[in-house]
């Protein structure tokens, strides 16, 4: 069953890119739509991404069946710990936070009923902030990851699955570790590395740069507040992940200063292949 | 004046491209076509890239006003050395390899009139490679490097300006040691590190990624011969780039093992901002 009434807590790209998907997909859902700027609402309210706004976090919750945290996941522990009174028992909380151990830990202390919390992460989105980005067909066609635990109520996971795939999404099981672990390589990691590609450039390296450029560094213009948390929140597997890139540059540093031609070609080539794969 | 005759040496993405441009823009310019497989030059013929093949390169150049070569630039040596003397006095040759500074050098030692070659830069392209990918427009409002040195006859390089300006690209002048040294910052650098970052990958990751990690990565699939001829002729600018990256990444993780929150969002503001001004 879709859900009747959902609550979308910070109405940004991903949060207006879900009131906007339910909106067209299930014609009799409510949404209700949490935000701290009364202009971000009143945006969200004329773009017709929520039906209801509301500045205080309880009353958002109120009577949902399903809670999405949408905000910074920084954020989130506040967040959690003032909604849990204001949850019904039948209520399912999910998030679209890009990491998911801490928030899982977070959801399963500060809930009153914490079995009915589900992380999710729908891999979608742009460099692009707020609900003036939003689209309805964000999702369509993405991955989502959910990442239950041992506690999971089965039904609530289930019901946040069906929920992602109303939005088209394709959905797979993670442990809450291993997500934080992949994601690190497979986002966090080229989130940082196209940062520090933007920051050794010259102004004259920019002002020649090519499409090849733009493309690989277009992440990095990516909110510097969401990407923080993003970095500190998954510190360990980030730090692991930088080692092993590191590694991987060493590598060619020491293939180029030896003029090792035919070993450089077979790195590239294989990781040509790879990426042509995907 | 537009060229009468031009002589495109290698007529894969950029050749193909120069030629089907051409061909928009001067209706009267005949296109001589040199490749050394015939498959290629047919399906030049037939896109209408070129309007004579050639597999031998002294024939390709002959009568020709304007001389382009389009292969990786690992055989410009070889082709400079075969077609010097095929050459008339007035004909100007120009090339449109990544790197600069060998290029020059050898066509400085290796033609018969050096002072007539201007090496040029188009920076455009894409990580396609062959003639079916060529497009008209593939140059138009991108930009194009023109390296002249001391020796350069200036009406030359003056016709080899207007000539890319003709394909509609902007056009400057760089040193060719100046070019190598912003070029392996601003494209061989991302190409390196993007080969990286495929190359470290669990399966798993790549099942996962989102359109970020596409973007990011999207160079790394480009040819793998051509990118190794860059590389090695690049090597000490790539190198130099490549130990600034580390010094940069480094210092990230010393951030992130510190939790220096407030210093990673500083810098991560510094690079979104420097990202979002191109």
Redesign the interface.
């Known amino acids: 069953m879709p859900p009747k009434r959902i609550s979308i807590l910070g109405v940004g790209l991903l949060g207006g890119s879900i009131g906007l998907a339910m909106r067209s997909i299930v014609k009799d859902c409510k949404i209700n739509g949490y935000g701290h700027r009364q202009s971000t609402l009143d945006a969200s309210l004329r773009l017709g991404a929520i039906d209801q706004a509301f500045t205080d976090l309880k009353a958002a919750v109120q009577g949902c069946d399903l809670v999405i945290l949408c905000t910074p996941v920084g954020l989130f522990s506040g967040i959690l710990t003032q909604i849990s009174d204001a949850l019904s028992p039948e209520a399912i909380v999910t998030d679209v936070g890009s990491t998911k151990q801490s928030v899982v830990e977070s959801a399963g202390k500060l809930l009153k009923y914490p079995d009915r919390f589900v992380g999710s992460h729908p891999?979608?989105?742009?460099?692009k902030r707020g609900v003036e980005h939003a689209r309805a067909d964000l999702f369509r066609g993405?991955?989502c990851?959910l990442t239950p635990v041992a506690s999971t109520d089965p039904k609530a996971l289930e019901e946040v699955e069906e929920f992602w795939k109303l939005l088209h999404m394709r959905t797979?099981r993670l442990a809450p570790d291993e997500h934080d672990r992949?994601?690190a390589?497979?986002?966090h990691?080229?989130?940082?590395?196209?940062?520090?590609?933007?920051?050794?450039?010259?102004e004259?390296?920019?002002s020649?740069?090519?499409?090849?450029?733009?493309?690989?560094?277009?992440?990095?213009?990516?909110?510097?507040?969401l990407?923080?948390d993003i970095?500190?929140d998954n510190?360990a597997s980030?730090?692991s992940?930088?080692?092993?890139?590191?590694e991987?540059?060493?590598q060619?540093?020491r293939r180029?200063?030896q003029?090792e031609?035919a070993a450089?070609?077979?790195?590239?080539?294989?990781?040509?292949q790879?990426?042509?794969?995907?």
């Open positions: 891999i979608a989105g742009s460099e993405a991955h990851i797979s992949i994601l390589e497979v986002s990691l080229p989130h940082a590395v196209a940062a520090a590609i933007v920051a050794i450039q010259s004259k390296g920019l020649l740069c090519g499409p090849g450029f733009r493309d690989a560094t277009r992440i990095a213009a990516g909110d510097a507040g990407w923080r970095f500190i510190r980030l730090l992940s930088l080692r092993r890139l590191r991987e540059l060493d060619l540093i180029l200063d003029d031609s450089i070609e077979r790195w590239l080539e294989a990781a040509a790879r990426r042509r794969n995907i």
